[in-house]
C-alpha cells in the first residue's frame, strides 16, 4: 500500500525523463565553438541562473513562434533545455561540461534554412534582451554562434 502510494507520488517525474539516443561520444568540442576566457561574458549573463533563464526563455519563444514552431513539435524538449544550458554555460566560460551531441549530428534530420537560422537568432536577442544581458556581450555570443549556420542549416 505505501509502496503503491509512493509510485503515484513519483509518477509526475517521468514526465521528466529524456528520450534515448543513439549513441555518441560525448567531448566538449561538440559544443562547436570555444569559451570564452575570463569571467566578463559569466557576469555579463548573470552567472548560471541567468544563464538557465535565457534557455528556458529561448526554448519558450521557439516553441511559440509560428515561424518555427512546427519543428519544434515532438522534440525531446527536456533533453534539448539541459543540452542547450550546457552549451551556453560551456560557450560562456562558466566552466560547465557540454553532454550533447555535436551541431552537425543534432540538425541533419530537421531540414534547416537560413530563415529559420534567423528566426532562432532574433528569438535569442529577445531572450537576451530580457535578461537585461549588455548588447556588447550580446554581440560576442552572436559571433560565436554564427559559424554554426554553416552546421545547422542545409539550404
Ligand atoms: C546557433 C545555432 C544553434 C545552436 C547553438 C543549437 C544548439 C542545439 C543543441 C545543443 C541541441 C541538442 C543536441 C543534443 O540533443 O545532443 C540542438 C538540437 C535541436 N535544435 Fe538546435 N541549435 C542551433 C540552431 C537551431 C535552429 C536554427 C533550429 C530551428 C529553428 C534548431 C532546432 C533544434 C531542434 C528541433 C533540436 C532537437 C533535435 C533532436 O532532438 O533530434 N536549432 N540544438
Given amino acids: 500500500m505505501i509502496s503503491l502510494f509512493l ?3 513519483l509518477a509526475p517525474q517521468a514526465t521528466l525523463q529524456e528520450d534515448p539516443v543513439e549513441p555518441y561520444v560525448q ?5 562547436g565553438a570555444k569559451p570564452f576566457a575570463g569571467h566578463a561574458m559569466l557576469d ?4 548560471r541562473a541567468g544563464i538557465d533563464r535565457v534557455v528556458d526563455d529561448l526554448v519558450a519563444r521557439n516553441v511559440a513562434d509560428p515561424r518555427i514552431s512546427d519543428i519544434f513539435k515532438a522534440q525531446d524538449l527536456v533533453r534539448l533545455r539541459r543540452t542547450l544550458k550546457e552549451q551556453f554555460c560551456y560557450i560562456l566560460g562558466g566552466g560547465c561540461a557540454y553532454t550533447g551531441r555535436d551541431m552537425a549530428s543534432s540538425h541533419k534530420d530537421l531540414g ?3 530563415a529559420d537560422f534567423n528566426a532562432l537568432v532574433d528569438n535569442l536577442q ?3 534582451n530580457a ?3 549588455s ?3 550580446q554581440n ?3 559571433a560565436k554562434l554564427a559559424p554554426m549556420k554553416r552546421t545547422t542549416v542545409v539550404r
Fill in 27 to 31: 567531448r566538449d568540442a561538440n559544443a
Fill in 135 to 137: 548588447y556588447w556581450a
Fill in 44 to 47: 555579463a549573463f548573470h552567472g
Fill in 131 to 133: 535578461e537585461k544581458v
Fill in 112 to 114: 534547416l534554412q537560413v
Fill in 7 to 9: 509510485a503515484a507520488l
Fill in 126 to 128: 529577445k531572450a537576451m
Fill in 140 to 142: 560576442r555570443l552572436l
